[in-house]
């Protein structure tokens, strides 16, 4: 079983940042798919950004691609979303996921991951 704890959310102005980061329990972090999803109001939960292990291919939501960044630190168990250029669209509880090694199916599916953080909320005022 693997613990992952968010961090880092909090209110912010339309054009500011925010780092995210997401801790992780166990000894196996490195062999993890790591992802972030959000959840607006009212809306399913979305696809934002998923990193592999080792080489860590990135991967990105057309709708965040080029204001975040997905990163990883093997060595703290912890996977980082900075997040600049924040617009209000970008409101949502934010979550952390992780996928193993022998889980199927696409990165960008909620259904892909076996383990979730309970969320952390960003709030991007206009």
């Known amino acids: 079983q693997v613990q992952l704890v968010e961090s880092g959310g909090g209110l912010v102005q339309t054009g500011g940042s925010l780092r995210l980061s997401c801790a992780a329990s166990?000894?196996?972090?490195?062999?993890?798919?790591m992802g972030w999803f959000r959840q607006a109001p009212g809306k399913e939960r979305e696809f934002v950004a998923a990193?592999?292990?080792?080489?860590?291919?990135?991967y990105y939501a057309d709708s965040v691609k080029g204001r975040f960044t997905i990163s990883r630190d093997n060595a703290k168990n912890t996977v980082y979303l900075q997040m600049n250029s924040l617009k209000p669209e970008d409101t949502a509880v934010y979550y952390c996921a992780s996928r193993r090694p022998y889980d199927s199916g696409n990165y960008y599916r909620n259904s892909a991951y076996s383990y979730w953080g309970q969320g952390t909320q960003v709030t991007v005022s206009s």
């Open positions: 990193i592999t292990r080792s080489p860590s291919i990135t």
């Open positions: 166990g000894r196996t972090f490195s062999t993890y798919t």
